[in-house]
Each structure stands twice: as C-alpha cells, then as structure tokens.
C-alpha cells in the first residue's frame, strides 16, 4: 500500500511541475485583470527557445533563455492589450496560432521535422537522507524544477497577499480606478504582471523541453497550456489554489496510469474510455463539492481607461 | 467559440481562393485523361496526414518516405525538397527489403503535402489537394475513412487511397467506391513476432504494453502482441501490463505511462501510440542510463535510430511500400479501386533488425524467424481481436 502510495507521489511530483508554473503564470496576470488564454502558446516559445538555447549553453542558462521567451511573447500580448487595449481573449488566441504555426515553422527549417538534436536534460537530484524515508522519499531524486515547483507557490501567495505590492495587483484586477486615485500607475503594474506572467509560462514551457524530455518535440505542449488555466479557475485565481488544482490534475493522471498497469484484471469491468476520462470526473466531483463562490477578478478582460467610471 | 469560427471563416477563405484560381488559367484544371498521356510533367500526387504529424518517427513518416523519397526521389529539408541520392533511399531500406532496392526508381510525379493541425482539418485538406490537380491523393491513417469517404463521393473523378481503414458509410458497413483503393495491415502478425521476442528476452518476466487511443486497429497490436509473448512465455502473458494514453500527440503522457510500466518492473515495452512512443522511448533510454536494463520495441517504422541502445526492435509496416505501389500504378495507367489487406506473406509488416546485443539473441532470432515461417505458411493463424485470446494456443517453437 505504502509502495503504491509512494510511486504516486513520485509520478505526480515529476509532471507537475510545468503545469504548476504555466497556472501561477495565469494566476498572476489574470489577478492584475488582464486574460490569460495566451499561456500555451507562451510555453510552446519557452520550450522552443530553451532546447534551441541548451544546445549552445549550460541547460539551466537555457531554461532562463526559455523563460525570457515566453516574457517577450507575453509582452506582445501585453502591448496589444493594455497600449492598444484590444481584446484580450482574441489576442491570446492569436498569439496561441502565431506560436504553433512559427514553432513548427522554424523547426522544420532549422532542425527539419523531427524535432531539436538531443540536449543535455536537467538531471535528478537526489536526497539520500531523505530517500530512506517512507513516503517522504518520493521527494528525493527529481530535478530542479519540481522544488521550485513547491517553493514558489507559497512565495508567490505570500507575495499577492502580504505585501503592498501584492495588494495593488490585486486591486488593478478588482476596482483599477481605485489604484489609479492613489497616484499608482494601472498600466504599469498590469505590464509587470503580464510580464511576470509570461517569465513564469516560458518556464513551464522550458521545463517540457529540458526535464521532461531532451528535445523540443512538435507538439509541445500539447494543450497543457488550457490544462493550467482550468487549474487556475479551479484554484480561484490564487496560487496556492492554482498549485493544488495543478497537482490534483496530475495525481488523477498518476492514478488512472497506475490502476490500469497494476489491476489489469480492472480493464475487464472498466472499459479504458472511463479511466482515461478519470481525472475529468475527479475534477467534475471536486468541483460539485467546491461552492458558488464567486472569485474571478472584477476587472478580467475589462481594459483600462483612465476617462472611463 | 470565437476561434472555431475564425477557422471556419479562414478555410472558407482558403477554399474560395483556390477554386478561383482553378477556374481562371486554362491549364490548371485537371482532366482525368490518361495518366500516362501527362507523363512528361510531374503528376500531383497528394497525401494528407493525421494529427501526429510530419517527423513521428513512425507511421507519418513510413508514408512520406514511400511518396517523398521512394516515389518522388526527394528529400524533404528545411522546408522544401532537395534530389536524394540512391544511397538514401538504400539507407532506408530495411534488410528484409534490400532485395527491391532496384526496383525502386524514382516516379515522374510531384508529391503535395499537406498537415493537418485537428481533425476538422481533413475535409479541406483533401479537397484542397483535389483542386490542386492531384492525380492521387492519400490519406493516411484511420481517422481519415470518413473525410475520404465525403472527398471521394463528392469528387468521383479524384483518386484516392486509404490507409488503415475500409471505407465505411454511416452505418458503420464497409462501402466500395469506385475511385477509392483501401489497404488494411496485418499488425498484429507483426507485433506477434515482436511479443515472440519480448518474451524470450524478457527478464523479470514482465512486459508491458503502450498504445494510444483505444481502437480496433491499436487493439490489433495488443491482441498480436500479447499471442507472441504467450507463445513464448506464458507466464509473462499472465502479468502483460498494457496501459492506453488516449493521445497520438502527448509525448509527455506517453512517458508518464512508460515511466510506471518500468516501476512495475517491466523490462520490454512495446508501444502503438505514434508521437506518444517518443516519449515511451524517453522513459526507457532515462531508465537505461541508472542502470535499468529495459527495452522499447519501435512501432511503424524503424526507431532504432531514436535511441539505438534502448530499441530492441520496431514492428514494421510498410505503409511506405504501399504507397510506393499506389503512386507507380498511377503512373503506368493501372490504378485500380482494390480491397487490399497485407500481412507477413506480403512484407508488408515485419520484425526489424535487432541491433542491440543481448546474451542468447542468435537463437532467440531463430526462434522467430520459425515462428514467421509458421504464420506465413498459414499453420499458425494469430488473432485480432481479445476475444481470440483466451482460445489462442500454440506451440512453443
């Protein structure tokens, strides 16, 4: 039981992660009111970028240069946006389009179809202390990623709730008029969010390239992208939300892989349409049980006018 | 919502333009004359993909090297198309073959490819290729019976052929249309043999299985694969593991499957699950490199090249030879609408070479190759579907 429970653990903490950074990256823009449908398509540039990256530099270096990826097309959006203040959903689906046709434009010209040569993955760091442990050993022997991917969620909640900063980004979301009477720039705080936004998709991205495999393949990242904004929404706009959204869709993922390879007998009276719909229903479920509350961000989609009531 | 309708807005576009420009120059529109008569000039020859896209490794691929590099004589580089040279198109001859390398001359014809993004992309794609003058055009895979069917009916002057599946109308029945050549393979007499391996190399006496959605046709795989390792180790047969990802496109998904196979303890894995074998293979080559001794077993094509050390063998099918064979009648004027369905006897599927080295491999092969000589001569008859399975006996050879 305990050895089922740990492999569990483990497969959910390895594939997490990307998805855990491409939610808080929705999470921050969209708390600061500007929509977020962009993020596939950031973390389809961040994965690009970063394998192209890795195979010139250190892999880690390559990651930074994955994330200033998804910053930059996160800045497209952001200028179109809050500059232009064009509509926000259709500029993130554009943006989405633009980043799976370049990819697999620029794929097929530099590296031909069959994806990036093989880089140097980030490799598993290992805990001995830890790995002895029961179940608390499914932490050890994970790279990078899947620490910063528990580390930074609390930061980031800390950040949004507690400090001053956090406090007008929210606002921005909720009531942008009400910033803007305090003498706080609206546009300049929604920039820094959609930016920070995107820094955090490019890693998700990145992340597919470099740790999950050792290539940017074609059809990264095959709509994990609209897997973190569902985990956003059903973690109510906050991160630790987000997190635990993120890191419910893959135990669901872990746990449907996992009863079919280790009850085949179960496939007899389960057809495997129901397992594979397994982490939707968990999620329906949840969801039932979750409440009405009402928590997306006053201002989402709504663009700023300094002249506007 | 509002991105189905720029779609939709976006094809209708693209096909108002290229009917346009079909009716304005005289020599654009394609007269159905003898192929032969146009001989001179490159004949349009079309092929549609599925979802999983150019550089598979696998079965896209196995089509696009029997139309691009056998038929046409080109290679596909840096987005357009460069001569290849013979020793190309030797290199990708697998051994079983090398006896046809001569006749494999290059075609006079133009090959037209065209991706296809989702599945809502095929009817456009096809009638694109159509419009365009191509003379034959492909679909490839299963999830193309449909779109086919529609193109085929709609424009009975086209010709058309169908990989991996019958026509089939509304009703689910098997149609014949005149215009319409359809191959069916043979999988699990392929992937019987390679169960046959993977039960004779297996260590820890357990195997596993990947496949991508849950079809008839990917079942096929699992049914013949599973007849192979119960032939040679009945004991694994008992404990196959065999998970389905539900994707053809999520290498990601497909690593996290093989990922708990291999903490289950299995050592060969074969997979059916076109770019989610990639990452199958991922999680097998990550898994060799802390000491694991496992296998991956290739599908479609011949994967060794992905991962030389971790690919124990492919399942080949010659999807390539097919289309070969399809664009050379239209050449010599003698396309036909067949019902073709092509296993062993044929070559159209097979074991591919094994590269890598393990102790007791020359008898193992033998034990193969004796089992192929069986299903050929018809003494041996592998199921296709589960429900054979369990009736399924033969003898250890």
């Known amino acids: 039981m305990l050895e089922i429970l740990h492999r569990l653990l483990f497969a959910t903490l390895d594939a997490a992660p990307a998805l855990v950074f491409a939610a808080l990256g929705a999470v921050l823009s969209e708390r600061a009111g500007v929509v977020a449908v962009g993020v596939e398509g950031m973390m389809r540039v961040g994965a690009f970028c970063a394998a192209v990256a890795a195979l010139v530099m250190p892999t880690p270096a390559a990651v930074g240069i994955g994330m200033l990826a998804g910053a930059a097309l996160a800045a497209v959006h952001g200028f179109l946006c809050i500059r232009w203040r064009s509509d926000q959903v259709v500029s993130g689906i554009a943006l989405n389009l633009v980043a799976l046709a370049g990819g697999t434009f620029l794929l097929e010209t530099h590296f031909g179809p069959n994806g990036t040569p093989p880089i140097q993955q980030l490799q598993p760091l290992h805990w001995p202390e830890l790995a002895s442990v029961p179940l608390l050993g499914a932490l050890s022997g994970h790279a990078a990623p899947t620490y910063l991917a528990l580390l930074l969620p609390l930061l980031l909640q800390g950040m949004l709730t507690r400090t001053p900063l956090g406090l007008r980004l929210r606002a921005v979301g909720d009531k942008p008029h009400a910033v803007a009477t305090l003498g706080l720039s609206v546009p300049a705080l929604r920039w820094g969010a959609v930016l920070g936004g995107g820094l955090l998709a490019g890693l998700g991205g990145a992340v597919l390239s470099t740790t999950v495999l050792d290539r940017f393949e074609q059809h990264t990242p095959a709509g994990l992208g609209f897997m973190a904004l569902a985990a956003m929404v059903f973690g109510r706009w906050t991160p630790l939300g987000a997190f635990a959204a993120a890191a419910f869709f893959a135990f669901g993922n872990a746990l449907r892989i996992g009863l079919a390879s280790s009850a085949p007998g179960l496939l007899d009276v389960v057809p495997q349409g129901v397992l594979l719909a397994l982490p939707y229903l968990l999620t329906l479920l949840v969801l039932t049980f979750q409440g009405q509350r009402n928590s997306t961000p006053a201002s989402l989609g709504v663009p700023y006018e300094q002249e506007s009531r | ?397």
């Open chain 2, 1 to 397: 919502m509002t991105l189905r309708l720029q779609v939709l807005a976006l094809t209708a576009l693209l096909c108002a333009c290229t009917k346009q420009k079909e009716e304005t120059p005289p020599s654009g529109a394609p007269a159905p004359a003898s192929a032969q008569q146009e001989a001179k000039k490159p004949l349009p020859v079309g092929l549609v993909i599925d979802v999983g896209g150019r550089g598979d490794h696998s079965f896209n691929d196995a089509a696009l090297r029997g139309l691009e590099l056998w038929a046409a004589g080109k290679r596909y580089e840096g987005g357009k198309y460069v001569d290849a040279t013979p020793d190309d198109v030797r290199k990708s001859l697998p051994g079983h073959l090398s006896s046809i390398a001569a006749t494999l001359q290059p075609l006079p014809i133009q090959p037209v490819v065209l991706q296809s993004k989702a599945q809502e992309d095929y009817i456009p794609n096809l009638q694109l290729l159509v419009d365009r003058g191509a003379q034959l055009t492909i679909g490839n895979g299963y999830m193309l019976a449909n779109a086919v069917r529609t193109s085929a009916q709609e424009n009975p002057q086209a010709r058309f052929l169908l990989i991996d599946s019958q026509v089939l109308d509304a009703q689910g029945k098997t149609l014949r249309l005149p215009n319409v050549r359809t191959v069916l393979f043979k999988e699990h007499e392929g992937s019987f043999l390679v169960g046959a391996l993977a039960g004779l190399v297996t260590k820890t006496n357990k195997v596993g299985f990947v496949g991508g959605i849950e079809v008839p046709l990917i079942q096929r795989f699992e049914v013949g694969y599973r007849a192979g390792v119960k032939t040679t180790k009945p004991e694994a047969a008992q404990a196959l593991m065999s998970v389905y990802t539900g994707s053809f496109n999520d290498m990601a998904a497909g690593k996290q499957v093989a990922q708990d196979l291999i903490a289950k303890g299995a050592d060969v894995i074969f997979h059916a699950a076109g770019s989610d074998g990639i990452g199958v293979i991922q999680a097998v080559k990550e898994a060799r490199a802390t000491g694991k001794n496992v296998y991956a077993i290739g599908v479609d094509s011949d994967q060794s090249h992905v991962a030389p050390e971790a690919i124990l063998t492919s399942m080949l099918k010659h999807t390539d030879l097919v289309v070969y064979q399809a664009a050379k009648d239209l050449v010599d004027g003698k396309f036909t609408a067949t019902e073709l369905l092509l296993g062993l006897k044929e070559n159209a599927v097979a074991m591919a070479e094994v590269r890598v080295d393990f102790p007791g491999k020359a008898e193992a092969l033998q034990k193969v190759e004796a089992l192929r000589q069986r299903v050929i001569s018809g003494q041996l008859q592998v199921p296709s579907v589960p429900a054979d399975l369990a009736t399924f006996q033969a003898a250890a050879p």
